[in-house]
T-cell receptor
Framework: LAKTTQPISMDSYEGQEVNITCSHNNIATNDYITWYQQFPSQGPRFIIQGYKTKVTNEVASLFIPADRKSSTLSLPRVSLSDTAVYYCLVGDVWTGGFKTIFGAGTRLFVKA | DAGVIQSPRHEVTEMGQEVTLRCKPISGHNSLFWYRQTMMRGLELLIYFNNNVPIDDSGMPEDRFSAKMPNASFSTLKIQPSEPRDSAVYFC??????????FGEGSRLTVL
């Protein structure tokens, strides 16, 4: 399984764009990149998943360069409610069962 | 559609007692995961099933822990005997083979 490295914590202010970068130097050909969000006292929640280039949904964008050795989760115009832990995961989703291992995550704190 | 349902939400027990946590995955999902989360160790994958078959239980701490999935709609995680260091929030999650996990609300276990 590809190991991921992301910042332990980040601070931001309301209304700003937040970019969280994740390094995954040994990503394999079949691996996808997935990001989750976790609020206190809740289970993680899927945000976005991608394989290459750019993926966008109603919540976030995911930028993946051509070499796929890193990825950046972009949260546009964050609010106080975006304060949470964000996890980057890398793995092959097409094998029989996807062994999903979470790292330490990035603790985002949004200030007023 | 109902999400992943876990029970009990909270359990307080004494050291040495048996604890059984229950999980009902989302209907149609073919993978099920048990995680444990503590402040010290973060979110740890204990075991995961695919099509009701345990695929990887290397995260199970020791023989005191066991998990079963007798059918596609039910799984249990049992701790016998329980110890104070087992105190944690235990999450169950289910997924299709796309890799997007859906988490339950968790079972908070306190072992005195």
């Amino acid at each position: 399984l590809a190991k991921t490295t992301q910042p332990i914590s980040m601070d931001s202010y309301e209304g700003q764009e937040v970019n969280i970068t994740c390094s995954h130097n040994n990503i394999a050909t079949n691996d996808y990149i997935t990001w989750y969000q976790q609020f206190p006292s809740q289970g993680p929640r899927f945000i976005i998943q991608g394989y290459k280039t750019k993926v966008t949904n109603e919540v976030a964008s995911l930028f993946i360069p051509a070499d796929r050795k890193s990825s950046t989760l972009s949260l546009p115009r964050v609010s106080l409610s975006d304060t949470a832990v964000y996890y980057c995961l890398v793995g092959d989703v097409w094998t029989g069962g996807f062994k999903t291992i979470f790292g330490a995550g990035t603790r985002l704190f949004v200030k007023a | 559609d109902a999400g992943v349902i876990q029970s009990p939400r909270h359990e307080v027990t004494e050291m040495g007692q048996e604890v059984t946590l229950r999980c009902k995955p989302i209907s149609g999902h073919n993978s099920l995961f048990w995680y444990r989360q503590t402040m010290m160790r973060g979110l740890e994958l204990l075991i995961y099933f695919n099509n009701n078959v345990p695929i990887d239980d290397s995260g199970m701490p020791e023989d005191r822990f066991s998990a079963k999935m007798p059918n596609a709609s039910f799984s249990t995680l049992k701790i016998q005997p329980s110890e104070p260091r087992d105190s944690a929030v235990y999450f169950c999650a289910s997924s299709l083979e796309t890799g997007e996990l859906f988490f339950g609300e968790g079972s908070r276990l306190t072992v005195l």
